[in-house]
DNA sequence: GTTCTAGAAC
DNA sequence: GTTCTAGAAC
């Protein structure tokens, strides 16, 4: 296509117009740059706004560039504001206006603002001429800037400025206010900041850069050098594939919990997004947080955006992101190496959403590796789950690692709905996220991109940091999260609190590794140890490993096998410690309301000879029903799926004689007489071994 | 889970 | 006055 092709040659000093490009997402500044320029220019300036050039509205290229002409023609330079983010965007103006009759030149303005700058006033401003509002800011700012190349002087421009602080943006204002009617300016490119990563990191991912690492002065100072082939070179080395991404930044992609088919509010929750993310990245070293949605109406996408820029957050370690999560390296250019799914209780794939595309996406591998983890999960809590190399999910998108995390639920259509109780649903929420996030820096912590911290760091605890010992841990949650009136399949107690000393066990079974010095034994499925503070001569704990089984009441039929692996252990240690004494007489049992986190069978004496036995409670909670007896748990859940358990409320009950069944007034004189009471013990344990003694002796 | 301690029980 | 428990604090 031709312009016209008068006065080729004649008076080329003329009076000539400019053609500034301006490139930028949306909220990057255009429209405002021009404004500044237009104030008070030292030459005609036309503004072709793609956003209102139709009447009002928002029109298309072809409109602009007939615009352009028309304002060209009458002797004015013109600022193209529309987004002109990729090449082809551009060309069409270069090649069609930079040719014509009445251009001088082309240049091109480059408003590189971080990203979560532009969505953020993307969603500020309601009179935004693009309409460009409210949820869909996020979305479309992050689509476009997938698309983004930066401009190089081998399109056709004839100068490049780059901008990536206001004080940057200030200096190009100048120049172009500056500039006579008469006047160019230097050919060349000026401001590109540096490619100072050795992995180049595609056109998304320079949004998230810091800012300030670019002296303000530094896109006017070095005009000279800029016009040297160098500086052509340097711009293309800014121009790189996604696919060239290395792995450097440890960083977790997560969808938002709960807020899509659990209907949990969504400005309750960007708030605990917000907040628990501001908790966890002081921890988290350089690694990075992405909250990723695949609408491009994302609300909750532009409510946490709009929150945490008004929150002291390193944006450039938690940021926002449009894209299927589970295709973020091949199709968004982001590199995570862990993400997170919103899973369901079974841990199952399906349901639609995330969690049927990230079960998808990993295969067998991450349903095998998942298996191996857990097989259910509660709301607050999540369970990492490495990816083999066989993984498809680790080979194409370089995810090593899966979160598994489950958030409450508002939908009365799904199992266990709070009914809009928000004072739970947000501290179960608000414990998800901190179990996500806990658990993603675990992953940091185990390629040892960080000092580890304390050993108590457990998925659930939100880090607690006391390090004296004998203080145990401070309390972060109360306990009176228990039991939503839900009779749904995960149980009762949907989210117990636990307070943080009631996590050492948890923390033994899931790094036995890590506390070498007190664990006896130890498999792929449990860890024995000694009870701490033994309640009889011989007392220790088979724990089982497996995440998400907490207690007696998280039991069913798929943990049978584990059940029998810590009866069989229990019974060995049994063997053993007779074996040493013949006199010692055992059972071997659960608590039906565990203290303690993490599944764990006791092996205890009957003698009950310890100094840490002291109240009622331990008492009852070793010799009334409940105390329940492997060889019985093992019988309900095989035949009716679950274990039964007794209240709380029969620890409070009478002190009796193991063996008689006397009542006596106090602990010393329960313990003076159970030392010497003559009795057999009662009928029901000496039946089904419940009561395990020596073959060889009697009683 | 334990520790600490006020005050009940004796 | 001493022992012991129960509840709060951790």
New binding site residues.
């Given amino acids: 296509m031709e312009m016209e092709t008068a006065e080729v040659s004649g008076e080329k000093k003329k009076k000539k117009g400019i053609v500034v490009l301006l490139i930028g997402p949306p909220g990057s500044g255009k429209s405002t740059f021009c404004d500044s320029v237009m104030k008070s220019p030292q030459r005609p300036w036309s503004r072709i706004c793609q956003d209102i050039i139709n009447k009002g509205k928002a029109g298309n290229k072809a409109q602009c560039l007939k615009m352009a002409i028309e304002s060209l023609k009458e002797g004015k330079s013109v600022f193209i504001d529309r987004c002109n983010l990729d090449r082809d965007q551009r060309s069409d103006f270069i090649n069609l206006l930079g040719g014509g009759p009445h251009v001088d030149q082309v240049h091109a303005v480059v408003l590189e603002i971080p990203a979560q700058v532009c969505i953020s006033r993307s969603v500020k401003r309601t009179g935004h001429e693009g309409n460009l509002q409210g949820g869909r800011a996020a979305a479309v700012v992050n689509k476009m800037l997938q698309s983004k190349e930066l401009p190089t002087l081998n399109e056709g421009f004839s100068r490049i400025m780059f901008c990536y602080s206001d004080a940057d943006v200030d200096n190009a204002v100048k120049t172009y206010t500056m500039l006579g009617p008469m006047d160019t300016l230097p050919s060349g490119s000026f401001g590109l900041k540096h490619s100072d990563t050795k992995s180049q990191q595609p056109g998304i991912m320079k949004f998230f850069k810091k800012v300030s690492a670019l002296p303000a002065s530094s896109s006017s100072s070095n005009e000279k050098a800029a016009t040297t082939p160098e500086a052509n070179e340097k711009i293309e080395d800014v121009r790189v594939s996604p696919a060239k991404l290395g792995s450097v930044v440890p960083t977790l992609a997560f969808p938002s919990i709960s807020t899509a088919d659990f209907q949990f509010d969504l400005d309750k929750a960007s708030d605990i997004i917000v907040e628990t993310a501001e908790e966890f990245l002081p921890k988290l070293g350089s690694a990075r947080l992405a909250l990723v949605d695949l609408s491009h109406g994302s609300k909750i996408l532009s409510l946490v955006n709009a929150k945490a820029s008004r929150k002291n957050i390193d944006l450039e370690r938690f940021f926002t992101f449009v894209g299927d999560i589970t295709k973020l390296h091949s199709q968004g250019g982001l590199h995570c190496n862990v993400i997170a799914n919103a899973a369901n209780w079974r841990l199952k794939p399906g349901g639609g959403g995330v969690n049927a595309a990230i079960f998808k996406a990993g295969g067998p591998d991450l349903e095998a590796g998942t298996r191996a983890r857990a097989n259910t999960l509660v709301p607050g809590k999540a369970v990492v789950v490495p990816l083999p190399s066989t993984c498809p999910l680790r080979n194409a998108e370089g995810i090593t690692h899966v979160i598994h995390v489950l958030g409450p639920n508002m939908n009365p259509n799904r199992p266990n709905c709070l009914n809009k109780d928000y004072t739970k649903g947000c501290k179960i929420l608000r414990e998800a996220y901190t179990s996500l996030f806990g658990g993603f820096l675990s992953t940091v912590e185990d390629q040892s991109k960080l000092p580890k911290r304390n050993n108590q760091a457990t998925m659930s605890d939100s880090g607690a940091e006391d390090s004296e010992r ?3 841990y ?2 972060t949650q109360d306990k009176a999260s228990t039991n939503n009136m839900e009779s749904g399949d995960i149980g009762k107690k949907m989210s117990k609190g636990w ?1 943080s ?2 996590l050492a066990l948890h923390v033994i079974a899931m790094h036995p590794e890590r506390h070498e010095n007190i664990v006896l034994e130890s498999s792929d499925h449990i860890v024995v140890i000694n009870d ?2 033994p ?1 009889a001569r011989k007392h220790v704990l088979v724990l089982a490993r497996q995440e998400g089984v907490d207690g007696l009441e998280d039991v069913r039929r798929e943990h049978i096998q584990l059940l029998e692996e810590m009866h069989n252990v229990g019974m060995k240690w049994i063997k053993r410690f007779q074996e040493e004494d013949a006199s010692l007489i055992f059972r071997l049992g659960y ?1 039906s309301v ?3 986190r993490q599944l764990h069978l006791h092996v205890i004496s009957q003698d009950f000879e310890s100094d ?1 036995l ?5 008492w009852n ?1 070793f010799t009334t029903s409940f105390f329940r007896d492997s060889v019985d748990v093992l019988e309900e859940v095989k035949s009716q799926g679950k274990a039964n358990v007794e209240s709380e409320d029969v620890l ?1 009950g009478e ?1 009796r004689c193991n063996r008689c069944r006397s009542v006596h ?6 313990k003076s007489h159970i030392r010497t009471c003559p009795s057999q013990f009662p009928d029901h344990l000496l039946q089904s071994n419940r009561l395990l003694v020596r073959p060889e002796t009697s009683n």
């Fill in positions: 004998n203080k145990k401070k309390g307070r000393w009631a701490q503070y309640k608590h565990p203290s303690m840490h002291k109240n009622k409670k331990h909670s409070k002190l007034p106090n602990i010393p004189k329960l």
